[in-house]
């Protein structure tokens, strides 16, 4: 199984928005609403901030959201700050009852 | 709080086998499945399969069978992951998950993480 295709790096200033994407197929993203979001300072291991497409865990902000359009998921980051500098997955479960995840992107806040 | 505690680095040769363990406080260990994942330096998650830790129950991508044995200690609350067969491609920090959402039921996504294992594999 090929990776979900993620956009190598992204950037913004502190206080816009930006949009990250996540591209899968059928079997996977566009098949299931088990799409989920992490985020992965350098050094230490990822934390979760997206499950089920849109949910948030309790204690992340609500400044990150998560939807899907067809094969396609995004993570929206509001009011971009200095700490979400970091790598960011998405992964999905798959139609071979697996998990697969996206080569990541790296969001640098300018 | 849930805590997941894993093993030590470890320096392995080709064609060795090594073992990480990864400890769970602070939860019911019976009640959630515990994955295990990897990644290799400067690269993405890679996900390797899960463990029932009640049942003894496991999964594991196709990439990983035959090479890949998950199992679980009950009386010391604890998971462990075996690798054969290394090779250098396997160098990777090795991560063990679980979320507690839901008692036994198996979920797509991961709360709570070890602090992951380094795993060298170098002649």
């Known amino acids: 199984q090929s990776a979900l295709t993620q956009p190598a790096s992204v950037s913004g200033a502190p206080g816009q928005s930006i949009t990250l994407s996540c591209t899968g197929t059928g079997r996977d993203v566009g098949g299931y609403n088990y799409v989920s979001w992490y985020q992965q300072h350098p050094g230490t291991a990822p934390k979760l901030i997206i499950y089920d497409v849109t949910n948030r865990p309790s204690g992340v902000s609500n400044r990150f959201s998560g939807s899907k359009s067809g094969d396609t998921a995004s993570l929206t980051i509001s009011g971009l700050q200095a700490g979400d500098e970091a790598d960011y997955y998405c992964?999905?479960?798959?139609?071979?009852?697996?998990?697969?995840f996206g080569g990541g992107t790296k969001l640098t806040v300018l | 709080q849930v805590q997941l505690v894993q093993s030590g680095a470890e320096v392995k040769k080709p064609g060795a086998s090594v073992k990480v363990s990864c400890k769970a406080s602070?939860?019911?260990?019976?009640?959630?499945?515990i994955h295990w994942l990897r990644q290799a330096p400067g690269q993405g998650l890679e996900w390797m399969g899960w463990i029932n830790p009640n049942s003894g129950t496991t999964r594991y991508t196709q990439q990983f069978q035959g090479r890949v044995t998950m199992t679980s200690d009950t009386s010391v609350s604890s998971a462990y992951m075996e690798l054969s067969r290394l090779r250098s491609a396997d160098t990777a920090v090795y991560y063990c998950?679980?979320?507690?959402?839901?008692?036994?039921?198996?979920?797509?996504?991961?709360?709570?993480w070890g602090q992951g294992a380094l795993v060298t594999v170098s002649s």
């Open positions: 992964s999905s479960y798959t139609s071979r009852n697996t998990l697969l």
């Open positions: 602070g939860y019911s260990f019976t009640g959630y499945y």
């Open positions: 998950a679980t979320i507690t959402m839901f008692r036994g039921v198996i979920l797509p996504y991961f709360e709570y």
